[in-house]
């Protein structure tokens, strides 16, 4: 863990690490103000964590496309929200060892808000999205995650149905833009890492 959180600092992020969701959340919570904005990204993590209902708690005002009763409209106005509020809160799909972010997105609002808008962006990960590299973060994705998640959504995806991935071209299909953050993009001022040591998400 050391190691990572080393290369993750050299990649420009700071990088924290805490043996429980509770320490992590109090970062978390300590670390954005609460009169700013924060973008919500799709992420089972930060929802497992109670970061929304802190964040409501306080006053924070955030913008989450998860909220029930959103219409399909309104959801692309909150992901638009997103990728211009103050702070971006999410996780992450997967971490090298060599401290990469890699991530697969189907609308590209959770991907771009990492890379440019938000001046400060906040991932939350558990010791389950970590792996060796990038092809691992890429198996790891397209086995468990958009598996996953296309099944929960009942998704009309071969992997939905628990086949193997199929490059399909299905109007379902999740996986539809892959990012790898190798360093801290220039348009971000400040990117922090933090990981934990749970399984959070999938
Ligand atoms: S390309 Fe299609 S089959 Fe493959 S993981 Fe993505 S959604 Fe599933």
């Known amino acids: 863990m050391e190691e990572l959180l080393k290369r993750l600092e050299l990649n420009g992020m700071r990088a924290f690490y805490h043996p429980n969701r509770e320490a992590a959340k109090d970062q978390i919570l300590d670390m954005i103000p609460k009169t700013v904005t924060v973008g919500i990204g799709g992420s089972v993590t930060v929802r497992e964590m109670g970061l929304l209902d802190a964040l409501a708690g306080r006053g924070t005002q955030y913008f989450d496309h998860w909220k029930s009763g959103l219409s399909k409209e309104e959801i692309m106005e ?3 929200n997103q990728v211009v509020s103050d702070y971006f809160l999410t996780s992450t799909n997967a971490v090298t060892r060599n401290g990469k972010l890699v991530n697969m997105d189907n609308t590209g609002n959770r991907v771009a808000a990492m890379i440019f808008g938000p001046r400060h962006v906040i991932v939350v990960a558990g010791k389950n999205k970590i792996v ?6 890429i198996q790891r994705i397209k086995e468990k995650v958009v598996q996953r998640n296309t099944s929960r959504r009942g998704d009309n995806t071969p992997c939905a149905q628990g086949s193997a991935c199929q490059d399909c071209n299905s109007s379902d299909r999740l996986c539809r833009v892959t990012s790898i953050i190798e360093k801290k993009t220039k348009g971000v001022e400040t ?3 933090i990981l934990v040591g749970e399984s959070l998400g999938y």
């Not at 060796?132 to 973060?137: G, S, T």
Request: without cysteine.
């Open 78 to 80: 909150v992901k638009r």
């Open 191 to 193: 990117f922090t890492v």
């Open 132 to 137: 060796e590299d990038v092809p691992a973060a």
